[in-house]
């Protein structure tokens, strides 16, 4: 099992710039894809950004250009930097993993989704 834990939500005016961070813990062979995703009232949750095992990474077009996805060294904690937030951008972001649980799940290429619990971003115009 994988669990996460997400800080660094919080207000900040628009323009204004917050570092989400997601802890990885728990056992598990590989997190192959490390996230963050979001979901505004009354929206459906949609993807903000990932990260591959690799450093491979991929982001929504909204976030393109002011949000940047990273990850440690140990490839269990990654981090969003947001900058230049909007009020668009306000919402609950929660982080998500995509792992091999064993190295078995590994060679049948079977993977588990994992979701931190969300923080709010509030950005205020």
């Known amino acids: 099992q994988v669990q996460l834990v997400e800080s660094g939500g919080g207000l900040v005016q628009a323009g204004g710039s917050l570092r989400l961070s997601c802890a990885a813990s728990?056992?598990?062979?590989?997190?192959?894809?490390m996230g963050w995703y979001r979901q505004a009232p009354g929206k459906q949750r949609e993807l903000v950004a990932t990260i591959t095992n690799g450093g491979s990474t991929n982001y929504a077009d909204p976030v393109k250009g002011r949000f940047t996805i990273s990850r440690d060294n140990t490839k269990t904690a990654w981090y969003l930097q947001m900058d230049n937030l909007k009020p668009e951008d306000t919402a609950v972001y929660y982080c998500n993993a995509e792992a091999f649980r064993s190295r078995y799940d590994s060679l049948t290429n079977f993977q588990y989704t994992y979701w931190g619990q969300g923080t709010q971003v509030t950005a205020s115009s």
């Open positions: 728990g056992t598990f062979f590989r997190i192959n894809t």
